[in-house]
Protein backbone atom coordinates (compact mmCIF):
# COMPACT_ATOMS: atom_id res chain seq x y z
CA UNK A 1 0.00 0.00 0.00
CA UNK A 2 1.28 3.44 -1.17
CA UNK A 3 2.91 5.35 1.69
CA UNK A 4 2.70 8.77 0.45
CA UNK A 5 -0.39 9.24 -1.59
CA UNK A 6 -0.76 12.59 -3.97
CA UNK A 7 -4.11 14.12 -4.72
CA UNK A 8 -4.89 15.20 -7.76
CA UNK A 9 -2.90 13.10 -10.08
CA UNK A 10 -4.08 15.38 -13.02
CA UNK A 11 -5.11 18.67 -13.06
CA UNK A 12 -5.64 21.38 -15.67
CA UNK A 13 -5.91 24.79 -14.48
CA UNK A 14 -6.14 28.16 -16.05
CA UNK A 15 -3.71 30.95 -16.18
CA UNK A 16 -4.49 33.21 -12.84
CA UNK A 17 -6.66 30.69 -11.01
CA UNK A 18 -6.16 28.57 -7.57
CA UNK A 19 -4.52 25.35 -7.43
CA UNK A 20 -3.71 22.92 -4.15
CA UNK A 21 -2.08 19.86 -4.36
CA UNK A 22 -2.58 17.68 -1.54
CA UNK A 23 -0.03 15.00 -0.29
CA UNK A 24 -0.86 12.34 2.32
CA UNK A 25 2.14 10.61 4.08
CA UNK A 26 1.45 7.02 6.45
CA UNK A 27 5.03 6.68 7.06
CA UNK A 28 5.05 8.86 10.60
CA UNK A 29 7.70 10.54 8.97
CA UNK A 30 8.74 14.34 10.45
CA UNK A 31 9.86 15.77 7.12
CA UNK A 32 8.11 16.48 4.08
CA UNK A 33 8.76 18.01 0.81
CA UNK A 34 7.32 19.68 -2.47
CA UNK A 35 9.57 19.07 -5.47
CA UNK A 36 9.01 20.65 -9.44
CA UNK A 37 9.90 18.24 -11.94
CA UNK A 38 10.95 19.91 -15.47
CA UNK A 39 12.73 17.89 -18.19
CA UNK A 40 15.95 19.29 -18.74
CA UNK A 41 15.70 20.48 -14.75
CA UNK A 42 15.71 17.35 -12.68
CA UNK A 43 13.56 17.68 -9.48
CA UNK A 44 13.78 21.29 -7.46
CA UNK A 45 12.83 21.69 -3.94
CA UNK A 46 9.95 23.88 -3.71
CA UNK A 47 9.28 23.88 -0.11
CA UNK A 48 9.51 21.70 2.86
CA UNK A 49 8.17 20.87 6.30
CA UNK A 50 9.60 19.39 9.57
CA UNK A 51 7.01 19.75 11.72
CA UNK A 52 3.43 20.49 11.47
CA UNK A 53 2.02 24.26 11.02
CA UNK A 54 5.21 25.33 9.96
CA UNK A 55 6.92 25.13 6.63
CA UNK A 56 10.60 26.08 4.62
CA UNK A 57 11.35 27.79 1.66
CA UNK A 58 13.34 25.45 -0.85
CA UNK A 59 15.37 26.65 -4.06
CA UNK A 60 12.86 27.56 -6.13
CA UNK A 61 9.64 28.76 -3.41
CA UNK A 62 8.16 32.03 -5.65
CA UNK A 63 4.77 31.71 -6.63
CA UNK A 64 4.26 28.69 -4.37
CA UNK A 65 2.72 28.25 -0.92
CA UNK A 66 2.89 25.24 1.15
CA UNK A 67 0.51 24.33 4.60
CA UNK A 68 1.32 21.64 6.92
CA UNK A 69 -2.08 21.23 9.02
CA UNK A 70 -0.77 17.99 10.51
CA UNK A 71 2.11 15.33 10.49
CA UNK A 72 0.31 13.38 7.67
CA UNK A 73 -0.69 16.13 5.73
CA UNK A 74 1.25 18.41 2.88
CA UNK A 75 -0.24 20.74 0.67
CA UNK A 76 1.28 23.05 -2.06
CA UNK A 77 -0.81 26.20 -3.35
CA UNK A 78 -0.31 28.19 -6.09
CA UNK A 79 -2.61 31.12 -5.77
CA UNK A 80 -2.03 32.52 -9.59
CA UNK A 81 -1.30 29.95 -11.77
CA UNK A 82 1.06 30.46 -14.43
CA UNK A 83 2.01 28.98 -18.04
CA UNK A 84 5.57 27.93 -16.27
CA UNK A 85 4.33 26.40 -13.37
CA UNK A 86 3.43 23.68 -15.61
CA UNK A 87 5.04 20.99 -14.53
CA UNK A 88 5.06 17.48 -12.46
CA UNK A 89 5.23 17.94 -8.76
CA UNK A 90 6.30 16.01 -6.72
CA UNK A 91 5.59 14.96 -2.87
CA UNK A 92 8.23 12.97 -0.36
CA UNK A 93 8.55 12.14 3.38
CA UNK A 94 11.65 10.90 5.01
CA UNK A 95 13.33 10.39 8.09
CA UNK A 96 15.41 13.22 9.42
CA UNK A 97 18.98 12.15 8.78
CA UNK A 98 18.82 9.58 6.91
CA UNK A 99 18.41 11.37 3.39
CA UNK A 100 16.23 8.34 2.09
CA UNK A 101 13.35 9.77 0.44
CA UNK A 102 10.09 8.16 0.00
CA UNK A 103 8.08 9.82 -3.19
CA UNK A 104 4.80 9.92 -4.10
CA UNK A 105 3.75 9.06 -7.79
CA UNK A 106 3.45 12.47 -8.74
CA UNK A 107 0.64 15.16 -10.05
CA UNK A 108 1.24 16.11 -13.32
CA UNK A 109 -0.15 19.79 -13.76
CA UNK A 110 -0.70 21.83 -16.85
CA UNK A 111 -1.58 25.73 -16.70
CA UNK A 112 -3.55 26.88 -20.12
CA UNK B 1 25.48 26.69 -2.69
CA UNK B 2 25.82 22.86 -3.21
CA UNK B 3 25.07 21.40 -7.34
CA UNK B 4 25.40 18.73 -8.64
CA UNK B 5 26.61 17.56 -12.49
CA UNK B 6 25.73 13.94 -14.07
CA UNK B 7 25.57 12.68 -17.55
CA UNK B 8 23.36 15.16 -19.40
CA UNK B 9 20.52 14.39 -21.93
CA UNK B 10 19.98 10.04 -22.83
CA UNK B 11 21.99 7.40 -22.94
CA UNK B 12 21.08 4.13 -25.33
CA UNK B 13 22.70 1.21 -25.28
CA UNK B 14 22.00 -2.79 -25.76
CA UNK B 15 21.20 -5.55 -23.46
CA UNK B 16 24.68 -6.29 -21.95
CA UNK B 17 26.29 -3.23 -22.62
CA UNK B 18 28.20 -1.23 -19.66
CA UNK B 19 27.15 1.28 -18.13
CA UNK B 20 28.55 4.22 -16.92
CA UNK B 21 26.66 7.92 -15.84
CA UNK B 22 28.93 10.43 -14.63
CA UNK B 23 28.15 12.49 -11.30
CA UNK B 24 30.06 15.19 -10.29
CA UNK B 25 29.65 17.29 -7.25
CA UNK B 26 30.04 20.38 -5.40
CA UNK B 27 29.95 20.89 -1.54
CA UNK B 28 31.21 22.47 1.49
CA UNK B 29 31.71 19.97 3.99
CA UNK B 30 31.14 16.61 3.68
CA UNK B 31 27.90 15.49 1.63
CA UNK B 32 26.16 12.27 1.47
CA UNK B 33 25.89 11.12 -2.23
CA UNK B 34 22.93 9.45 -3.44
CA UNK B 35 21.51 7.29 -6.93
CA UNK B 36 18.05 7.54 -7.06
CA UNK B 37 15.70 5.24 -10.04
CA UNK B 38 12.51 6.94 -11.42
CA UNK B 39 10.80 4.15 -13.29
CA UNK B 40 7.97 5.63 -16.03
CA UNK B 41 4.63 6.71 -14.12
CA UNK B 42 6.46 6.09 -10.88
CA UNK B 43 8.16 9.01 -8.27
CA UNK B 44 12.01 8.20 -7.52
CA UNK B 45 13.46 5.50 -5.47
CA UNK B 46 16.87 5.03 -3.80
CA UNK B 47 18.80 3.21 -5.40
CA UNK B 48 21.54 3.23 -2.78
CA UNK B 49 24.08 5.97 -0.89
CA UNK B 50 27.29 6.63 0.19
CA UNK B 51 28.78 8.95 2.90
CA UNK B 52 32.77 8.51 3.29
CA UNK B 53 35.41 8.55 1.04
CA UNK B 54 36.03 5.59 -0.76
CA UNK B 55 32.98 3.84 0.34
CA UNK B 56 30.79 2.03 -2.38
CA UNK B 57 26.90 1.91 -2.67
CA UNK B 58 25.24 -0.89 -4.39
CA UNK B 59 21.97 -2.47 -5.52
CA UNK B 60 20.63 -4.73 -7.87
CA UNK B 61 24.23 -4.71 -10.00
CA UNK B 62 24.80 -1.36 -10.07
CA UNK B 63 27.94 0.61 -8.17
CA UNK B 64 28.92 3.96 -7.41
CA UNK B 65 32.21 4.82 -5.20
CA UNK B 66 32.36 8.00 -3.22
CA UNK B 67 35.58 9.73 -4.36
CA UNK B 68 36.30 13.23 -2.76
CA UNK B 69 39.49 14.11 -4.49
CA UNK B 70 37.90 13.77 -7.72
CA UNK B 71 34.25 14.99 -6.04
CA UNK B 72 32.90 11.89 -8.09
CA UNK B 73 30.33 9.31 -7.70
CA UNK B 74 29.95 7.45 -11.22
CA UNK B 75 27.00 5.04 -11.19
CA UNK B 76 28.15 1.89 -13.07
CA UNK B 77 26.73 -1.30 -14.09
CA UNK B 78 28.46 -4.37 -16.08
CA UNK B 79 25.57 -5.90 -18.33
CA UNK B 80 22.27 -3.39 -18.43
CA UNK B 81 19.08 -5.37 -18.95
CA UNK B 82 16.00 -3.88 -20.64
CA UNK B 83 14.41 -3.47 -17.21
CA UNK B 84 16.88 -1.03 -16.29
CA UNK B 85 15.06 1.70 -18.54
CA UNK B 86 14.54 4.69 -16.21
CA UNK B 87 15.46 7.70 -15.38
CA UNK B 88 18.66 7.94 -12.53
CA UNK B 89 19.14 11.32 -10.43
CA UNK B 90 22.54 11.58 -8.76
CA UNK B 91 22.11 13.65 -5.36
CA UNK B 92 23.74 15.37 -2.58
CA UNK B 93 22.60 16.26 1.03
CA UNK B 94 24.46 18.26 3.08
CA UNK B 95 25.68 17.42 6.67
CA UNK B 96 22.13 17.25 8.41
CA UNK B 97 20.96 15.03 5.65
CA UNK B 98 17.23 16.61 5.53
CA UNK B 99 17.50 18.61 2.09
CA UNK B 100 18.78 16.79 -0.86
CA UNK B 101 20.02 18.51 -4.28
CA UNK B 102 19.57 16.32 -7.31
CA UNK B 103 21.07 16.40 -10.80
CA UNK B 104 19.12 17.12 -13.78
CA UNK B 105 19.14 13.06 -14.54
CA UNK B 106 19.75 10.74 -17.48
CA UNK B 107 17.15 8.67 -19.20
CA UNK B 108 18.72 5.18 -19.38
CA UNK B 109 17.33 3.50 -22.84
CA UNK B 110 18.14 0.14 -23.29
CA UNK B 111 16.90 -2.12 -25.96
CA UNK B 112 16.69 -6.06 -26.57
Known amino acids: EAAVTQSPRSKVAVTGGKVTLSCHQT?????MYWYRQDTGHGLRLIHY???????EKGDIPDGYKASRPSQENFSLILELASLSQTAVYFC???????????FGEGSKLTVL | GDSVTQTEGQVALSEEDFLTIHCNYSASGYPTLFWYVQYPGEGPQLLFRASRDKEKGSSRGFEATYDKGTTSFHLRKASVQESDSAVYYCALSGGSNYKLTFGKGTLLTVTP
Open chain 1, 92 to 102: ASSVQGTGQLY
Open chain 1, 49 to 55: SYVADST
Open chain 1, 27 to 31: NNHDY
